[in-house]
């Protein structure tokens, strides 16, 4: 073919290559995960345009993915009859990676080739993944309602070619030319034990040749077998689903390589009628801060594919939950635009957040150390829950962990439940301190008289810790106060005979407050003697009402 282009990949796609080959080549079967992934979302995309102009089906409406191999060529090919792609397409979504979030994958590579490997899953280079395997690929493809179809191929190095090319049907071809000693998957039995493993829960048929035994030999047969079991897994019955099905569907929809640490599964009848298959993960995704992150809920109706979503199915505090939602209500046409103000999808968001509170009240409570991790990977983010979910605030609440005196670690566990268990009898607030750092927070002079009386401080380093504060200001009936702050009553907790001989120190020290305050002037706003300390001769408040000292130096910080 004389008209072929040559197309350098972007740096970055480079990079990402050598990478993958290096660190995912003990993870070879993902390959045919993630390309029958991508056939899948395909057919989806069709489902979806066809919705608005069903011509795009032309007289081929039964979607499905055909996997076939040739020993002789040593290929193996994955066929899908999905949307496919125009030229630009393809240019823009294979072999360009300008995809948000590049910059940060980078940075967050360790050099471990686990953790590593899964941080490429994640990413979603699941194309490229392709080249694992291969060391040629050739991608055929003709877009729905187009009539040419265009050529690309690659041998996963620096460039890839593009050509015009013909292709009597809809959809997408890949052939994968397999890399020296990768014979194993030009194997008939090889081949649907990795299509059961990993993509039974296709909602689309995966279609194979059945396969017959000849002289020793297994040799593919004219007929068609389907491979997998082909119906929406979250459809289907609770009862029928295996702990693995359950897993295995949770990699597909997260783009995660490791199990997740729960799920719950609901069918929801009554005003609305959904099914939701929540999903939390075992580990933060490297984009969890990335304003444009990639991933979230997919949203269907009635098993059509709509779309995925980040934001208008899962509020910012929970932007860590994976999974599928399914709508028997909701129109076929539902537009981005439409879903923004639906009252319908209000509902359906507020019932799902439901779902996962409970299903992390349900870790929390019967599996602590699953609950621990769970902290460890996305506490900071569901403390922005108080602000962000005033409706759901308390629930939130009973679900926090902090550091504390009590325990003197900088791992947040304790709850605000057992800190009002241990509170000391006549105590009515729930103390905390707010610093830069555990350290710092730790070593606070505030805290001596605290330690002294034995009552229980909430130890607050985190970023999002004085955001929290500023939504969360009691529970149980229980009032959060700083130690830092205003005058610190210690109520009913200090007893008559001491406030004596506190009132006796306060007036011997009369004439050195007139002078301290006298030589600090308007650097201060009141100079006055404390029982706070036990330890240190001196220490700045700010007053009741005043930015607390660590809020003011974030925002400093911040430039403000
Ligand atoms: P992701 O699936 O996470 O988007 P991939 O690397 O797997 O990332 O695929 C990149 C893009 O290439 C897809 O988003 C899609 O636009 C396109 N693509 C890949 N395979 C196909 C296919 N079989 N049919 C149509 N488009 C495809
Ligand atoms: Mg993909």
Redesign the pocket.
């Known amino acids: 073919a004389g008209g072929a282009q040559k197309m350098a990949f972007q740096a970055e796609v480079k990079q990402l290559l050598q990478l993958m080959i290096h660190s995912l080549y003990s993870n070879k079967e993902i390959v045919l995960r993630?390309l029958i992934?991508?056939?899948s979302?395909?057919a989806d995309k069709l489902r979806f345009e066809a919705l608005a102009d069903n011509s795009l089906y032309g007289d081929d409406s039964n979607l499905s993915i055909r996997i076939a191999f040739d020993k002789a060529a040593r290929t193996v090919t994955i066929s899908?009859n999905?949307?496919?792609?125009s030229r630009q397409?393809v240019i823009d979504?294979?072999g360009t990676i300008a995809k948000s979030g590049t910059k940060e994958f980078f940075q967050s590579l360790s050099g471990d080739q686990a953790k590593d490997a899964n941080l490429i899953g994640q990413f979603?280079?699941?194309?490229?993944s392709a080249f694992i395997i291969a060391d040629k690929v050739t991608l055929l493809?003709r877009r729905a309602g187009d009539s040419e179809a265009v050529k690309w191929e690659s041998a996963g190095e620096g460039d890839f070619t593009l050509e015009v090319a013909d292709k009597a049907t809809r959809g997408?071809d890949?052939i994968l030319h397999l890399r020296e000693g990768e014979d194993e998957f030009l194997n008939d039995w090889k081949l649907k034990t990795i299509i059961r493993k990993y993509s039974d829960h296709i909602t689309l048929p995966i279609v194979m040749k059945a396969s017959e035994w000849k002289d020793g030999e297994q040799v593919p047969t004219d007929e068609d077998e389907t491979v997998n079991k082909a119906s929406a897994l979250w459809a289907r019955s609770k009862s029928d689903i295996s702990e693995d099905e359950y897993k295995e569907f949770y990699k597909h929809v997260s783009?995660d390589f490791e199990d997740p640490l729960s799920w719950s599964h609901n069918r929801v009848e009554g005003k609305q009628e959904y099914i939701s298959l929540l999903y939390v993960p075992a580990k933060a995704p490297f984009d969890l801060y990335d304003r444009e992150r990639r991933h979230g809920i997919k949203l269907y109706v009635k098993r059509v594919f709509i779309m995925e979503d980040a934001e208008k199915l899962m509020p910012q505090y929970l932007r860590f939950v994976r999974g599928v939602i399914d709508s028997a209500d909701l129109p076929l046409n539902v537009s981005r635009e439409i879903l923004q103000s639906s009252r319908d999808i209000d509902n359906i968001k507020a019932g799902s957040v439901k779902k996962v509170l409970g299903q992390l009240e349900d870790l929390a409570e019967n599996q602590p150390e699953q609950y621990a991790k769970f902290w460890n990977e996305f506490g900071r983010v569901l403390k922005e829950g108080p602000t962000e979910d005033f409706a759901n605030k308390d629930k939130i609440a009973s679900l926090l962990r902090f550091a504390s005196t009590h325990v003197d670690s900088e791992e947040q566990v304790v709850s605000l439940k057992q800190y009002v268990e241990r509170m000391k009898e006549g105590q009515e607030k729930i103390y905390y301190i707010t610093a830069d750092s555990f350290a710092a927070a730790k070593h606070s002079p505030h805290l001596e008289i605290f330690r002294k009386k034995g009552i229980e401080v909430l130890l607050l380093s985190d970023r999002v810790d004085e955001w929290m504060l500023g939504s969360l200001t009691e529970f149980e009936g229980k009032a959060l106060q700083s130690v830092a702050k205003g005058d610190l009553d210690l109520g009913k907790l200090e007893d008559e005979a001491e406030k004596e001989q506190q009132k006796k120190i306060e007036d011997e020290a009369k004439p050195l407050i007139e002078r301290i305050q006298t030589a600090l002037g308007d650097k201060v706003k009141e100079v006055r003697v404390t029982h706070r300390l036990t330890d240190s001769p001196a220490c700045l408040v700010t007053g009741d009402n005043d930015m607390s000292g660590n809020l003011e130096r974030l925002l400093k910080a911040a430039g403000q």
């Open positions: 993630e992934s991508n056939a979302d395909a899908d999905g949307i496919g792609m397409e979504n294979i979603g280079v699941g194309f490229y493809t997408t890949i783009h």
